[in-house]
């Protein structure tokens, strides 16, 4: 099994989603990137569309993938930018970070569309929490979606 990128947010969140089947990783994959959606304000088609396909059980769409793909390096590259401008005094902290918490949400509901359920629930649920800043809220519905359990 693949390194937990998982173990440097939560030692506690790692072991719940590798110990975790792969149908649950599925699982967990849609209500996170939900969350990061909703905190961080990520309005796009795309996006909803990505969460749709999940939520009907498709997690391989090369066209939704690829687009995801330009979503998130555009939603990058515009955090850079706003942090360089922020940094020679022509923006605000504000907008640059709304900005990175975007494409960490963006890059989230990327990471689900891994072949690997393991790889794709561990980066998804580590970006959601780079999105929020912290693990707690993603804890409650990681718990959630596994006390489900038939």
Known sequence: MPKNILESVSRDLA???EKASDEEKRAICV???RLAI???G???PLVEQALRLMENGIFKDQRVTTALERLF???DESYFAAEERYKAGQGTEDTYIALA???RAADAV???FNDDAFIAATYSVYEVCAAL???DEVQAVVNSVLARKP
Do not use: H, I, S, W
Request: contains cysteine.
């Open 73 to 75: 390096g555009d939603l």
């Open 38 to 40: 909703a905190r961080t």
């Open 15 to 17: 072991e719940q989603v």
């Open 101 to 103: 918490r975007k494409a």
């Open 110 to 112: 990327l990471a689900c």
């Open 133 to 135: 800043g912290g693990a």
């Open 42 to 44: 990520l309005d796009e």
């Open 31 to 33: 209500p996170v990137c």
